[in-house]
Structure formats: structure tokens, C-alpha cells
């Protein structure tokens, strides 16, 4: 595998409830940014139960079949590359590697489904740190691995810039997921300390448990909160996952 590519995936409606604690009842008047979005079905679900989600990655285009051929190729080299590699992730959500890889073909296939029909609609070509998107477009913005992630290839200064730039676009929060490192061992990024200390002037920032875990260590997420606000009616109140059941 390459050393310093990111990787095209996605994860699923039911892994977004947990490693954002999202409760659903709390988002129905919420207008939700999914930022570097990926192949995940995540607005696919939210769009069909009636929510208002738009998700943003720098590989959108608008040509379907080359999104197709980017999925396929990154789902199949990196479930290559979990075998062998059980006794390195906590299984809990996925029970073992075959539920795991036939979960990821689900959501790249739902996705890519969905993007074909809804291209500049709700999926949009975006690359961080700079959206075109209008000051607190939308309430609670999220973000999922790819900040803190990839350490090792996106250096502090586009940590930062991406964070801010999230933080203009969103009316009440960011959370990002995770904020371990992918080469840290389980140990957070080596930018997490540093990003709390240059934001918390402006803003809340709190790490919080969730109730997902698949690589060890990603356990929390880091929430960002604007000081001053406008809360308007979308009802962010509780960091509860709602119950998931089945996949």
C-alpha cells in the first residue's frame, strides 16, 4: 500500500450514530455537513429517514463511473490488507473479518447508488481547508477519518486550516472521528494536544467517549463548539447515541 494516499472509503449509517453520538431525535431541525464524506452511506440513510445532510469530499466529480472505479479498487486493496491483521482491531461492531468486509461492500455499494442520482444535490466536490459553503451554512458539522488520521501525511498547519474553515461553515460544532493517529499504536495524534491549545480561546473543546471502536484507541472524538451560539432550532442537546440495532 501506498504511503501517503488516503484512502477512499466509507463507513456505515449505523457506525456514524456511534463514533459521532448522534441521537436522531436531537437532528430533526439540523442541517448536518458529512466534510471529506468518502464512500459513506451515512447521507444516503439520513436522506431517506427525512434529514437534511450534505456530504463534501475532494474525489466527488461528475462523472459516476470514475467514483465507482476509485471505491472498488480502495475497498479491495485495504480488506486485502486487514488479513492477517485480526488480533490488531477490536471486534465488537463486526463480530469477525467477513461481516466486516460484506458491512464496507453494503455502504460503498448504497453509496455509490445514491451519488449517481444525487450529484450537486447533496454530494459535492469540496477539498479542505478551503469550502465553498457560506458562513454557518450548517448546524453541526462532522468529520471522519481523515483529520488526526493521517498524521503521518497531512502536517499541522492543514490540521488547523481545515478545522477553522469547519468551524466557519458550522452555526453550533465540529466533531471529528477519530483522533488517534494511524500509525500512533491507539495513541492520539501527536496534533491533538497543540489543535486544543490554539482553538480553546475561541472555542469549547471536549473529547468524548463514544460507544464505537474498531481500531484500538479509537474510542472518543474530539467536539468543538462555538462560544457564542446561535442554536436557532436544531436542538443539539446530547452527546446519547441512540440504540443501533443490526447492521
Known amino acids: ?10 463507513r456505515g449509517f449505523e457506525e456514524y450514530l ?8 436531537n437532528l430533526k431541525n439540523c442541517r448536518i ?14 436522506h431517506k429517514r427525512g434529514y437534511d445532510v450534505t456530504a463534501a469530499d475532494m474525489l466527488y466529480g461528475p462523472n459516476p ?5 476509485i471505491t472498488s479498487h480502495d475497498f479491495k486493496t485495504l480488506m486485502d490488507a486487514h488479513k492477517g491483521l485480526e488480533d490488531k482491531v477490536e471486534w465488537g461492531f463486526f463480530k469477525d473479518l467477513r461481516e466486516m468486509m460484506a458491512y464496507r461492500e453494503k455502504c460503498y455499494t448504497e453509496f455509490y447508488q445514491d451519488y449517481k442520482n444525487s450529484f450537486n444535490h447533496r454530494y459535492f466536490l469540496e477539498k479542505l481547508p478551503d469550502l465553498n459553503f457560506l458562513d454557518n451554512s450548517f448546524h453541526l458539522v462532522l468529520s471522519s477519518h481523515l483529520l488526526f488520521l493521517y498524521d503521518d501525511r497531512l502536517d499541522y498547519e492543514f490540521h488547523l486550516d481545515s478545522i477553522r474553515e469547519m468551524l466557519r461553515v458550522s ?5 471529528i472521528y477519530p ?14 494536544k497543540q489543535i486544543i491549545e490554539d482553538l480553546s480561546p475561541d472555542y469549547y473543546l471536549d473529547i468524548q467517549p463514544v460507544k464505537y471502536q474498531f481500531r484500538r484507541g479509537a474510542n472518543e472524538m474530539l467536539c468543538i463548539k462555538k462560544i457564542n451560539r446561535n442554536r436557532d ?5 446530547t452527546y446519547d447515541a ?3 440495532e443490526g447492521k
Not at 455537513?33 to 444516503?44: E, P, Q, R, V
Not at 463511473?65 to 472505479?69: A, R, V
Not at 432550532?233 to 442537546?237: D, F, N, W
Open 242 to 244: 441512540i440504540k443501533v
Open 1 to 10: 500500500m501506498s504511503g501517503n494516499k488516503i484512502w477512499f472509503l466509507g
Open 18 to 25: 456511534l463514533m459521532f453520538n448522534l441521537n436522531l431525535n
Open 171 to 175: 452555526r453550533d460544532e465540529v466533531r
Open 33 to 46: 455537513l458529512d466534510c471529506n464524506a468518502g464512500a459513506s452511506s451515512f447521507t444516503m440513510h439520513m
Open 233 to 237: 432550532s436544531c436542538g443539539l442537546v
Open 65 to 69: 463511473e470514475d467514483i465507482e472505479k
Open 179 to 192: 483522533i488517534i493517529s494511524i500509525n500512533g499504536k491507539g495513541k492520539h495524534s501527536t496534533y491533538l
